[in-house]
Every structure is written in structure tokens, then in C-alpha cells.
């Protein structure tokens, strides 16, 4: 019996439910300190040309070419400092001292650094061939006033704010918050720090779930440890609902007899799609409730991990307006371990993704791929993802990895 088929394709999972998302409409306005990381819900218009005026690239002399013609040295006729242009007369025949960033004085052809001119008794010389615009940075040339800086759906960084606080803006709006609700289910779930009873085990999901979420600038609801109990998930989800805009759920989405996860949600909302055709992570569940997503983790921690990086991150991009799902683009690479694998779902194993000497990049398998291994994350670096219908592989062959992201550590 073939137990992968009926299985969703994680590629058509992820259609379905993009498809089936709107980005938010709420936005919020903040000042650029506190934007690092959210998305612009706007175009970002420039009020300003930058630069805001033509000024030079270095210290020297600013000069008018004909004044050159006859290699004579030229007195100085003042001189230009950044926040203090030369505002005198410029007699012909005369040039100006001028330094970084200051504007240069009307009339100036070129900016020639003080390395290429040498002091005489009757003023500078200039030794150097001078080329019309050399050094000097003109008005505009990196955005001119009324362009569109960053359009809707950039995510603001490092990268983008300092151009913002360059334009003189002091505040940027953005798409809010995504609000996410998260609770583990579980009777055999304890926090760190209590006891264990005989087989108890710490809730690890929660913690690995919250932290992602921050790091992906959500809105955290976290609703702790919820029993198995019909009647307590049946609360935890009505409560959940009415305060996020996505629900995350972890374990009780199998087939055991206190997986009651499933039998809720057909109850209080629709499921759209359960089981997909990956490990670890087959027993993902998407649908909606009353008014927010649900995404139902697999209890095992791998899998819950794997499957909140895999579909949970993208569903939550577009949510936020974010055009990148913030998956790290995949590389093809020559295995240098075997890789135990069985035909029929799309395996996500972890891998160390290294370069040799002579620059070529090659995989690693971190060890046992449990999906109750979850130091296989820290041990790795990367996901080898192998296909469908890929049985094992042998060392030497070429498979695909995916380099962790930034929530696993990676770049
Ligand atoms: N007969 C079948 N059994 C199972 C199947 C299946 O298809 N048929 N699928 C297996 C797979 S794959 C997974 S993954 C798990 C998923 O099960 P659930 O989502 O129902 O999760 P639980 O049964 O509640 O727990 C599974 C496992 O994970 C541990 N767990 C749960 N929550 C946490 C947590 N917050 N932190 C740490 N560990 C957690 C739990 O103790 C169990 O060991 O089902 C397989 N079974
Ligand atoms: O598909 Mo499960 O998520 O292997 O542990």
C-alpha cells in the first residue's frame, strides 16, 4: 500500500494558500529608528534631489578649464568648506581652494585634488591633465526629487533607512503588525524548570515558534500549553481567533486518539488542505477559522520547525506586504556522505554546506534525521532537499540545498 499517495505537493500547498491570502491593509506611521524591518505600504516618494547641489568629491582646487589653457599657476580666490560655500567674486584666472562636500562656486568646470598640484610663489600649479566634470558629485545624480525611492513592499533595513534620513523624511508608514496567536497541545508538555513525570517532556515548539515570529517582526500572542482536552482547545482556538490574524497550533494533527486538532477545526472553521507530501512535516494542517489563517504545526519539534519555515514564513510575508518569502534561494552541490532516503515525499533533511580550498561548495548530512532531532538545526547550515522520487543517494551525487536563513542562523 502506498502510503504517499493523495499527498499535497508542497508546491501546490503553497499556491493554494498564497492564493488564498491578502496582504494587510492597517498601516501605521513611525519614526525611521523604529521602521528597521517593516514594509513600506507606500511608495517612498524623494522631496529632494541628491545630492541637493553640485559639490566636489575631494579636497583640492575648483577651476574653470580656460583658466588652464596656458599651464600659468593661479592664485587662490578664496575658499569652500561642506555647510560654507565660497560666495565671493571668482576673478578669471583664479581658482578656488574646496574641500569634501562643499558646493562648488558657480562657473567651476572641474575639482582638482590637492595631490595633483603643487603651492608656487604665485599661486597653485597644476601639473595633471584636467578632464571638464572631474570630481565633482552633481545635483541629483543619485535621486532626483519626485522619484519613487523604494516602492510599496520594501522591507526596511539598514540598507534603506539611512537614504530615508538622507531625504530629510522622519517617518515612514508601514503595513502593521502581523498578530499571531501560538499554543502548544499536548498533557505530556511541561515548561523548562518544572518537573517531569514519567513521560513528560519539555514543550519545545512554542519557544522554537515564538522566537521566529519575533525575528520575522510579528506580534506575538502567546497562549502557553493548552491540555488535551476537547473542550480547553476548543477555548484556546475561540480566544485565539478573536485576537490574531493567524493562529499557529502545534502537535495534535496526526491520527492518535487525543489528536483532537483536526476534529476542532472542521468544527469552529474550514480546513483547507492536511497532510502534505514532505518529511519531515507531513501532517501540516492549513484552513481558516472565523475571522483569522490556522496553520497546525506537527507536534514532532523537526517538523514543526521545518514546517513553520517552509510555509508558515512565506504565508506570513505575504501577509505583511512583503514581496520576498525570505527562503534562501537553492544551490546544486555534490554530496560527500550517503543519504538515507525512501521514495515518495520531498525530504528536508539537514546538511553542512562546505567550500574547499579551491572554492567548490559541497554538502554534508548532519547525522540522524528524527524529526525529534532538533539539534540537527544548530549542527547545520543548510536543508538538502531531495525530490519525490529520489531514493538513497550515494556520495559523489548532486542534490539541491537551501542555506539556512537568518532565523536559523544563517546569513
Ligand atoms: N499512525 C500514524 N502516526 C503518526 C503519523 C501518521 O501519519 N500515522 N505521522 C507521524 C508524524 S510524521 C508526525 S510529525 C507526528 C505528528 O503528530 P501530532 O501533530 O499529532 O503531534 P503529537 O502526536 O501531539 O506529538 C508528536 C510528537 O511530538 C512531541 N511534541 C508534541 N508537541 C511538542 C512540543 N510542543 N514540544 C516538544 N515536543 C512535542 C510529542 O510528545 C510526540 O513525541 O505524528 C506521527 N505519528
Ligand atoms: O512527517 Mo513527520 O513530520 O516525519 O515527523
Known amino acids: 500500500m502506498d502510503f504517499n499517495a493523495g499527498l499535497m505537493p508542497l508546491d501546490v500547498a503553497l499556491t ?3 492564493d488564498r491570502i491578502s496582504p494587510l491593509h492597517d498601516t501605521e506611521t513611525l519614526p525611521l529608528m523604529q521602521a528597521f524591518g517593516r514594509i513600506t505600504a507606500k511608495d517612498v516618494v524623494s522631496p529632494l534631489d541628491v545630492p541637493g547641489f553640485d559639490n566636489s568629491a575631494m579636497d583640492g582646487y575648483a577651476v574653470r578649464l580656460i583658466d588652464l589653457a596656458d599651464g600659468q599657476p593661479l ?5 569652500a568648506f561642506a555647510g560654507q560655500p565660497f560666495d565671493g567674486e571668482w576673478p578669471t ?39 571638464a566634470g572631474q570630481n565633482i558629485r552633481r545635483r541629483g545624480e543619485d535621486i532626483t526629487a519626485g522619484s519613487a525611492v523604494f516602492p510599496r513592499g520594501t522591507r526596511l533595513t539598514v540598507a534603506e533607512l539611512p ?26 508538555l511541561k515548561l523548562p524548570g518544572e518537573q517531569l513525570a514519567a ?14 515570529l519575533e525575528q520575522l517582526g510579528c506580534e506575538v500572542i502567546n497562549l502557553g500549553i493548552i491540555p488535551d482536552s476537547q473542550e480547553k482547545l476548543r477555548a484556546a482556538f475561540i480566544a485565539a481567533d478573536s485576537q ?62 521545518l514546517t513553520f519555515y517552509q510555509l508558515v514564513q512565506p504565508l506570513l510575508a505575504k501577509l505583511s506586504g512583503n514581496p520576498d518569502s ?23 533533511q539537514r546538511g553542512v554546506l562546505t567550500r574547499n580550498a579551491e572554492g567548490d561548495l559541497s554538502v554534508a548530512t548532519t547525522g540522524h534525521q528524527g524529526s525529534h532531532v532538533f539539534s540537527s538545526f544548530s549542527q547545520g547550515n543548510c536543508f538538502i532537499v531531495l525530490e519525490r522520487c529520489r531514493g538513497n543517494v550515494d556520495a559523489g551525487e548532486w542534490v539541491e540545498v537551501e542555506p539556512f536563513n537568518a532565523l536559523f542562523g544563517g546569513l
Not at 538622507?166 to 505530556?188: M, N, Y
Not at 525570505?326 to 525512501?342: A, I, W, Y
Request: with cysteine; aromatic share 6%.
Open 244 to 305: 490574531a490574524d493567524v493562529v499557529i497550533s502545534s502537535g495534535g494533527v496526526s491520527v492518535g486518539e487525543a489528536d483532537y486538532t483536526k476534529t476542532i477545526l472542521d468544527e469552529l472553521g474550514e480546513i483547507a488542505f492536511w497532510k502534505l507530501a514532505i518529511k519531515p512535516g507531513k501532517p501540516f494542517a492549513f484552513g481558516k477559522l472565523n475571522h483569522s489563517w490556522f496553520c497546525g504545526l506537527p507536534g514532532n519539534p523537526v517538523s514543526a520547525a
Open 75 to 79: 592664485p587662490l580666490a578664496g575658499k
Open 326 to 348: 525570505g527562503l534562501s534561494p537553492r544551490l546544486r552541490v555534490q554530496t560527500t556522505t550517503r543519504l538515507k532516503k525512501s521514495p515518495g515525499r520531498l525530504d528536508f
Open 16 to 18: 493554494q494558500m498564497l
Open 163 to 188: 537614504v530615508l534620513a538622507s531625504l530629510g523624511i522622519p517617518q515612514v508608514e508601514v503595513v502593521r503588525k502581523v498578530r499571531v496567536a501560538v499554543f502548544s497541545t499536548g498533557d505530556e
Open 93 to 131: 584666472g583664479t581658482c578656488v581652494r574646496i574641500m569634501t562636500g562643499a558646493p562648488v562656486p558657480p562657473g567651476c568646470d572641474a575639482v582638482v585634488m590637492q595631490e595633483e598640484t603643487e603651492q608656487t610663489d604665485n599661486g597653485v600649479r597644476f601639473s595633471a591633465r584636467v578632464n
Open 199 to 212: 513521560g513528560q517532556i519539555y514543550d519545545t515548539n512554542r519557544l522554537a515558534v515564538h522566537l521566529m
